[in-house]
């Protein structure tokens, strides 16, 4: 099927381009761009992008499918669903799971399905360590062989850091980056909130800046004395932004995510009988949020990714301190991002489609990330005006947990492309 997008603002981080144009997609690839381009034949599909952004595919470098073992909160199915929905072409799932993803056969297992199920890419992240309990390394050489994108020990830290630095030193040995969830488990504790003033006045144990901020530098010094290639996950303290910049001026290979419920919200909105406020690392200070923004703003910190992580009504109704971590994402994403970055003027357009598509995909060493002809056809289309209420009963996902449902937004996604082939999209946009 050839597609023919006509009249929308196309945005390309590869090539700076930000014009009104054209764009036609054939045999899965961008075959041209340019105005005034006619369908070749009566069959092609046309799609009218006035008014919208037509950018690179998105890509989200940390999600949560729960397939295998926990797949009554999400899987690979479903999630994929939601991620189209989302725009998003490209989506990175991390080990977590029951089994943990720990050997190239688990790989294999997600690989196999998302290729029969998926409508977009999936890629499967490797466990750091076996069974994720910190002791021994899994075999990370085999599931590299096997393509995975990254390693990660997600939900946890490695605290041992002799074990740690040999994961970075094989990371490094084949250029595969290191995602971190930077988390002190020794400091922790309870904790459900950020630990802070209103913490204290809403009687629930807190999780302080330096449970983070404390894994983050040993971190950073352990890239440095490897070589290996560091993406720090859900950054959400202002230390962790300083010392993404510090490191970057050192020459070390930090880059920094941040999450929109990061960037949105902050410790102030927490309703403590609402679990659906409750995700790790927690919601901030305006403090902590601002210095967030402001890395992003300044090209600091690198990628917007949703931390996608669904669970249970049941699991999410339970009282704040029981609860899970974790919110979903992936249908909210674009339109945080427009509505709290782009149409208050924090981020350009440009630099949206950086942080969402062509930073990821520079980070893990994919080929996508640009709609320059002879490119993978992977294309995003979003309205960035239209305006609409958050709606958690009508996610394509099976989590629903988000603190956002009933919040006024703009933003949508009209339609998701990937390989050439039609993933999602809105009724009467086609013709």
Excluded: W
Aim: proline share 5%.
């Amino acid at each position: 099927m050839n597609i023919l997008i006509r009249n929308g603002r196309i945005i390309d981080p590869a090539t700076k381009t930000d014009e009104i144009s054209d764009l036609y997609i054939e045999g899965g690839k961008v075959k041209k761009t340019g105005k005034g381009l006619k369908p070749k034949d009566k069959t092609d599909k046309v799609i009218d992008a006035s008014g919208c952004y037509v950018m690179p595919g998105l890509i989200d470098l940390h999600v949560h499918l729960r397939d295998p073992g926990l797949t009554y909160k999400e899987d690979i199915v479903s999630g994929s669903k939601a991620a189209a929905r989302g725009g998003f072409t490209t989506i990175l799932a991390m080990p977590n799971t029951k089994p943990v993803i720990d050997s190239a056969d688990r790989v294999k297992y997600v690989q196999n399905k998302a290729k029969e199920l998926s409508p977009i890419h999936v890629m499967q992240i490797g466990a750091i360590t076996k069974g994720q309990a910190g002791e021994e390394l899994a075999d990370i050489e085999e599931m590299i062989e096997q393509g995975v994108p990254a390693i990660s020990e997600d939900g946890k830290s490695v605290m041992n850091a002799r074990l740690y630095k040999n994961a970075m030193g094989i990371a490094a040995k084949y250029d595969v980056p290191v995602f971190a969830h930077c988390e002190d488990r020794n400091i922790v504790g309870k904790g459900c909130v950020n630990e802070d003033e209103h913490s204290r006045k809403m009687g629930l144990p807190g999780i302080s800046n330096a449970v983070e901020d404390i894994i983050a530098a040993r971190d950073i010094i352990l890239a440095k004395e490897t070589g290996a290639k560091l993406h720090l996950c859900h950054c959400s303290t202002k230390e962790s932004v300083r010392m993404v910049e510090l490191a970057k001026k050192e020459g070390i290979k930090v880059t920094g995510e941040v999450c929109p419920h990061h960037f949105t919200l902050t410790s102030d909105d927490v309703d403590p009988n609402d679990a659906n406020y409750k995700m790790n690392p927690p919601l901030r200070t305006k403090e902590d949020r601002d210095a967030l923004i402001c890395g992003l703003k300044n090209d600091i910190m690198d990628v917007i990714s949703t931390d996608h992580a669904p669970h249970s009504r049941e699991e999410k109704t339970m009282p704040i301190t029981r609860a899970p971590f974790g919110i979903v994402g992936l249908e909210t994403s674009v339109a945080l991002t427009i509505t709290e970055l782009v149409d208050k003027g924090i981020l350009t357009p440009m630099q949206m489609a950086e942080k969402m598509s062509y930073n990821p995909a520079k980070i893990i060493g994919l080929d996508r990330g640009s709609l320059e002809e002879g490119k993978a056809a992977d294309v995003t289309i979003i309205d960035p005006d239209a305006e609409y209420v958050i709606d958690s009963m009508t996610f394509l996902s099976k989590g629903k947990n988000t603190p956002f449902h009933g919040r006024r937004v703009k933003g949508l996604v009209k339609a998701t492309i990937c390989n050439g082939k039609i993933a999602y999209i809105q009724d009467g946009m086609t013709r």
